[in-house]
């Protein structure tokens, strides 16, 4: 259908490194991470994987507890875990992608591809910023499933949707209300685009030609050979699969920290889609109410203390709590995936506050700032 990794676009996108960042300076914020988290997973409970960079280098990486409580399976940054809904930004790459070979068009409707949608005016576009008014399948398909016990995949919840038309929450583009409807959608165009399982589109187009060996979709777990973590619930117990774990789109990507240290850095070349169209995934997309942060095509837009805008995405599914933040100012990336959802990683603006400090305000700039004030007044 089209060309993966094209030659001319292997240019990376620079950034400054300042004088102040050496080899000891390094060292030392990677011991100051290594702490923070040794005190999340001994005083808080974390248990999971954690890699954070800096300027494009690896400062820190490591594993806490295990990949399996019953076994006593230690961790390591190669184990995978369930994505969750960090899956999400890996399918709104594949409609970038569909998008830049001329495929498609983010204001095509839904129904230009599934006819048998039965709802008029959702686009692409509202899809992919959650501006789409569409009810969550989660929670409708608990109502209309016959049979919990029988896996569900994306052609049933459509058909579900074509037969029940579960009632939509408003007129699209209206309002922002995330749903993982609509990423599941995304991938059922992925699939009715490229004619092959969205699986195997993720893998042809994107895992593969970035080497993230360590990555799968969840129709792959049973043929995995490399460690995988179970999911558990709070009280450490074994999670069991769900029949909505075959739904793929809005989650169902299992992957370790060092596969996704791969993705983040691929994000700063032109590998998978050119500069301008991986530009448009960062922008805005609420209007009308942007309040403290803003989405853009399958990431989160905010502003962190030291007042550099950051990107992230963090997921919560079914005995998996997984995190990953994008700094491009600094070219730092925090990624932290975890098998145990006990509530450790709302420790998680402290650790953003560490990493990335409100500047001190200095008498000069406070006299800078009053003579500035004095001169509006005059």
Do not use: C
């Not at 050496?22 to 974390?46: E, M, N, W």
């Not at 490591?62 to 990949?67: D, I, K, Q, R, T």
């Not at 910023?129 to 608990?142: A, C, E, K, V």
């Amino acid at each position: 259908m089209f060309n993966n990794i094209l030659t001319d676009r292997e240019e990376r996108q620079q950034v400054e490194v300042p004088a102040s960042f050496t080899a000891a300076s390094a060292q030392k914020l990677g011991h100051q991470v290594d702490s923070i988290f040794t005190y999340l997973h001994k005083r808080r409970g974390f248990n999971g994987t954690v890699l954070y960079t800096k300027y494009d280098q690896v400062i820190y990486k490591g594993a806490y507890g295990y990949a399996d409580f019953y076994r006593k399976d230690s961790l390591t940054t190669q184990t995978a875990f369930q994505l969750a809904s960090v899956s999400k930004q890996f399918t709104a790459m594949a409609i970038m992608m569909l998008k830049e070979q001329g495929e498609l068009d983010y204001d095509d409707t839904v129904q230009q591809y599934i006819p048998s949608f039965p709802y008029k005016g959702v686009t692409i576009r509202h899809l992919l910023t959650h501006r789409s008014g569409l009810p969550n399948y989660t929670y409708f398909s608990d109502e209309l499933w016959p049979d919990r016990k029988k896996s569900i995949t994306n052609d049933d919840v459509l058909n579900l949707m074509a037969e029940h038309k579960p009632r939509v929450f408003y007129k699209p583009d209206t309002h922002f209300n995330y749903s993982n409807t609509g990423y599941f959608l995304l991938a059922s165009i992925v699939e009715k685009v490229s004619e092959m399982s969205f699986a195997a589109f993720m893998h042809q187009h994107i895992f593969e030609p970035l080497q993230m060996t360590n990555t799968f979709m969840f129709h792959d777990l049973e043929s995995q050979t490399g460690k995988v973590a179970t999911g558990h619930t709070r009280a450490r117990q074994k999670r069991t699969s769900d029949y909505q774990d075959t739904v793929l789109g809005d989650k169902g990507m299992f992957s370790t920290v060092e596969d996704l240290y791969k993705w983040d850095q691929a994000l700063y070349t032109q590998k998978l889609v050119r500069r301008e169209t991986l530009e448009e995934a960062f922008r805005g997309s609420r209007p009308e109410e942007k309040k403290d942060e803003d989405y853009g095509f399958g990431w989160r837009i905010k502003a962190v203390d030291s007042g550099d805008t950051v990107v992230y995405h963090a997921g919560l599914w079914h005995g998996y709590t997984t995190y990953l933040l994008r700094n491009p100012k600094d070219h730092s990336a925090l990624i932290i995936l975890s098998n145990l959802p006990n509530g450790s990683l709302q420790h998680l603006k402290e650790v953003r506050s560490f990493l990335y400090p409100a500047q001190p305000v200095t008498i000069a700039n406070n006299e800078k700032k009053q003579g500035k004030a004095a001169g509006a007044k005059m």
